[in-house]
Nanobody, 128 residues
C-alpha cells in the first residue's frame, strides 16, 4: 500500500521551531515530488513547500521553512523556524509520481490535483 505518514507536530511558542517528517512506505521517494500543505480552520488548503529535484516555497514561509529529503530514509522533512501564530494549521504531506525525476530536473507544484495521495495530517499550533 502506497502511503505517507506525517509526524512531528505540536504546540510551540511564537518564534520557536518544529521539524515535521513525512515518512513514505510502499514506494521509494526518488521518483516522487513531495509537497507540504497546510489547512487552517475555515481556510483552503495551501501549499507551503515542495521538493522534486529542487525546493520551492510559498512567499509566506520563505526564509523560515526548509524542506529537505533523505532518500536513504525514505523521508522528507519540513524544518519550521521563527514560527508565527498564523502558521497554526494541520500540515499534510502529499506525493506526486514523477518517473523521470532521477535523471531529469523536475519542478514541483502547489497544485493539489497533481498529487497522487495524501497523509492524514499533523497539527501545528503556535501560541503563547
Amino acid at each position: 500500500q502506497l502511503q505517507v505518514v506525517e509526524s512531528g507536530g505540536g504546540l510551540v511558542q511564537p518564534g520557536g521551531s518544529l521539524k515535521l517528517s513525512c515518512q513514505a512506505s510502499g514506494f521509494t521517494l526518488d521518483q516522487y515530488a513531495i509537497g507540504w500543505f497546510r489547512q487552517a480552520p475555515g481556510k483552503e488548503r495551501e501549499g507551503v513547500a515542495c521538493i522534486a529535484t529542487n525546493p520551492q516555497y510559498a512567499a509566506s514561509v520563505k526564509g523560515r521553512f526548509t524542506i529537505s529529503r533523505d532518500n536513504t530514509k525514505n523521508t522528507v522533512y519540513l524544518q519550521m523556524d521563527s514560527l508565527k501564530p498564523e502558521d497554526t494549521a494541520t500540515y499534510y504531506c502529499a506525493a506526486d509520481h514523477r518517473p523521470h525525476m532521477p535523471t531529469t530536473i523536475t519542478m514541483c507544484t502547489f497544485l493539489r490535483p497533481q498529487y497522487d495521495f495524501w497523509g492524514q495530517g499533523t497539527q501545528v499550533s503556535v501560541s503563547s
